[in-house]
């Protein structure tokens, strides 16, 4: 085989069957989804598909009229799309990485952005942290998933887990904050100073403390939110 010939390069990139489930990273960036029934993802982040697979997005009220409210107060919301049937579909953000999480009877908060896909046996429900609404663009709202299954989040480049325990709380940046454990509810603190409100990004300002006992997941990089107009 010729060096840089087009065989060599589709054997390189080709799709792999794995065997690692429902959710299979085909690469770092990349998420296949070996559909039999029905998972939840992200509006927009379907990028191919094979088999027979329909899509529909998830309807406003499905989720009940407190996550509806929660969705128009945060102005981001959460769109999410039901893909239904037999199949394989690949999933991808923005070239962010994406990250597996196998959640076994178990309670994680994830950024609304962050949350690409998931199991439908997951329950979920939007939080949103109304103290910071008024002081970063849209608010900052966040989901709650317990139960049993897979959940693909996103980050952008490698992200950093740091432990909090009693003695230890963390201090985050509410806009580079990924995940955390269900056992910890973030504070909100502000550090208003004429230094930090001028010329300085959100997170010097405001940021979540978390204390207790558990973990949280940074990423190296201030997403930046925008609004998005939902039709349901």
């Given amino acids: 085989m010729s060096r840089y010939s087009i065989n060599e390069f589709l054997s390189a990139t080709s799709q792999k069957d794995r065997g690692q489930g429902t959710f299979e990273l085909e690469s770092p960036h990349l998420l296949e989804v070996n559909l039999n029934g029905r998972v939840l993802a992200k509006v927009g982040a379907m990028i191919g598909y094979m088999g027979n697979v329909t899509f529909k997005r998830e309807g406003i009220l499905e989720q009940g009229l407190g996550n509806l409210m929660k969705k128009m107060v945060s102005g981001e919301g ?12 690949y999933l991808a953000d923005r070239g962010k990485r994406i990250h597996i999480l196998n959640l076994n009877n178990e309670t994680i908060f994830v ?12 329950e979920w429900e939007i939080k ?7 002081m970063l663009a849209g608010g900052l709202f966040n989901v709650r998933l317990s139960g049993r299954g897979m959940v693909a989040i996103t980050t952008h480049y490698e992200p950093l887990a740091l432990r909090v325990t009693p003695n230890t709380p963390v201090f985050s940046d509410p806009n580079a904050t990924v995940a955390w454990s269900g056992s ?3 504070e909100i603190v502000t550090n208003f100073t004429v230094g930090t409100f001028f010329g300085r990004g959100s997170g010097e300002a405001i940021q979540l403390k978390f204390q207790g006992n558990g973990w949280v ?9 925008f609004q998005e107009v939902s039709n349901g």
């Avoid at 959460?78 to 579909?89: A, E, N, P, Q």
């Avoid at 950024?111 to 997951?122: P, W």
């Fill in 217 to 225: 997941i940074l990423q190296p990089y201030e997403e930046v939110y």
């Fill in 128 to 134: 949103l942290m109304r103290r910071v609404a008024g």
């Fill in 78 to 89: 959460m769109s999410l799309m039901k893909m239904d049937g037999i199949g394989k579909v």
């Fill in 111 to 122: 950024n609304g952005n962050d949350v690409l896909a998931m199991e439908d046996t997951l």
């Fill in 184 to 186: 910890l509810l973030p």
